[in-house]
């Protein structure tokens, strides 16, 4: 659905986006994470085919971004970083003006501005003034804006910076719909623990380059540095920290706060399964048992250290 190849722009002497590999297939959430600078908003206005290449190439729906941005534009809706609002409309006016924009017409135009507005959750907002919408309603406005023509991408670019905790909360169950939708959405942000449970994939932009990608729970495997295993026993803690120990495939087991055990093991791959077989097998009864999920906040830092100065 969307893919650049060796995706280049400099600003005069600024390299902003430096062979910039990434790939987007249909009906993923993608998350496009890095921190100030990284080039996020460049991508996504070359994307948007509002900025052209110094080199490589892009494409959105098997569309050329240089020379085929007509069609581009039909197929995507991009919400900047910064958007201003009209003055002296109302929410409703404000869509209608939209969705003449992209003609469309008659009584069409008005009952896509009413399933908007009810998609967007801004249904008892209809005839308030935009100007007078706090900045999270703003936000879902500006989501609102981009959906009436109904594209199959949507190019989003940090929908949920500058709000406060709820207003966070809300713009991303509205994302969430979208991507159940089947819409194909790419969503920057520099908090990846802000897309972590909406995205189906992610991306880590750093200085103009992509250094990972694939799935959510693929990157975090990456990131995860130690395979550690969770596990409450019934009783016999002690006993079986020993034991534990003492087999190969462990590297380190120790009792933690609460009775836990923190078991950490060599290999990479069927860590609870292994556990829970070692400690059945030897008559221990097992209350819980889980893998240690690095946070996704964990994973960024570990990926991008050394790079990030
Ligand atoms: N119009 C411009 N002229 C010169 N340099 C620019 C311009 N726009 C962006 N840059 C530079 O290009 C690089 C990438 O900027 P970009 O805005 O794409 O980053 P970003 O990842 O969106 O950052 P942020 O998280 O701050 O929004 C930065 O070094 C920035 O200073
Ligand atoms: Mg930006």
Known sequence: MIETRYLTKHYKDVVALDNLNMKIEQGQVYGFIGPNGAGKTTTIKILSTLLKPTA????????????????????????????????????????????????ITGPEREARV????????????????????????????????VLLHDPEVLLLDEPASGLDPRARIEIRALLKELGKMGKTILISSHILTELAEMCTHV???????????????????????????????????????????????????????????????????????????????????IESLKRDEASLELAFMHLTKGIVS
């Open 56 to 103: 490589g190439t892009a494409t959105v729906c098997g569309y050329d971004v240089v020379r085929q941005g007509k069609h581009i534009r039909r197929h995507i809706g991009y919400m900047p970083d910064f958007f201003g609002v009209y003055e002296d409309m109302k929410v409703t006016e404000y869509l209608s003006f939209f969705a003449a924009a992209y003609r």
């Open 203 to 285: 991306g880590i932009i750093e200085r103009g380059r992509l250094i990972a990608q694939g799935p959510i729970k693929e990157i975090m495997k990456q990131a995860t540095r130690h395979n550690v295993i969770h596990v409450t026993l019934a009783d016999r803690a002690a006993e079986a920290v020993e034991f534990l120990n003492s087999h190969e495939a462990v590297t380190q087991a120790r009792q933690e706060d609460g009775g836990v055990i923190a078991v950490e093991l060599n290999g990479k791959d069927s860590g609870p399964a292994l556990v829970a077989e070692l400690l059945v097998k030897n008559g221990y009864r």
């Open 114 to 145: 009413k399933d908007i507005l009810e998609l967007t959750d801004l249904g008892d907002k209809a005839d308030t003034f935009v100007e007078s919408l706090s900045r999270g309603m703003q936000q879902r406005l500006g989501v609102a804006r």
